[in-house]
């Protein structure tokens, strides 16, 4: 469980792929960049209500993970951090299938938003691509 979910989330992060901390996630989900919120097992209550508002607003799931805020810290490379946003569709969908695989039947909505939002983002990439080769003809 931990060590190839929470390596995911260095890779992310090293990727560029993933904003670490309040602010940062928030602005993600306003964006609709985030594909989901990540909040730690012992985050305050204030921050996952927090979370919950970000994510109705972006339209994104919301992940509470089985992991202390030190130690989703430890791995993004801070003290400590209660939320994070993932914003790579396809990090997002193995990291949940990788807590789905650990603790079976707790991230089966969050896995099926996900499907969702790739289908959303993959229909705005193909209008985004169609809209710029219009403008270069």
């Known amino acids: 469980m931990t060590d190839r979910t929470l390596g995911i989330l260095g890779l992310a992060k090293k990727g560029n792929r993933l904003q670490a901390g309040d602010e940062p996630a928030g602005a993600a989900a306003r964006s609709r960049d985030a594909c989901l919120l ?3 097992a012992d985050a305050a209550e204030n921050t996952g209500r927090r979370a919950q508002h970000y994510a109705r607003y972006g339209d994104i799931p ?18 400590s ?6 914003t790579d569709p396809g990090l ?7 807590l ?6 707790t991230y089966t909505r969050q896995y099926a938003a996900l ?3 790739d289908a959303k983002k993959r229909r705005l990439d ?8 219009k403008r270069k003809a």
């Open 81 to 86: 951090c209660a939320i994070a946003a993932l």
């Open 38 to 40: 990540l909040v730690a």
């Open 100 to 105: 789905e695989g650990s603790n079976p039947g």
């Open 62 to 79: 919301v992940a509470v993970l089985p992991y202390s805020k030190t130690e989703l810290g430890a791995v993004l490379g801070r003290s």
């Open 92 to 98: 997002a969908f193995s990291f949940i299938s990788a």
């Open 115 to 117: 499907e969702e939002i």
């Open 126 to 133: 193909k209008e985004r691509a169609a809209h710029a080769r």
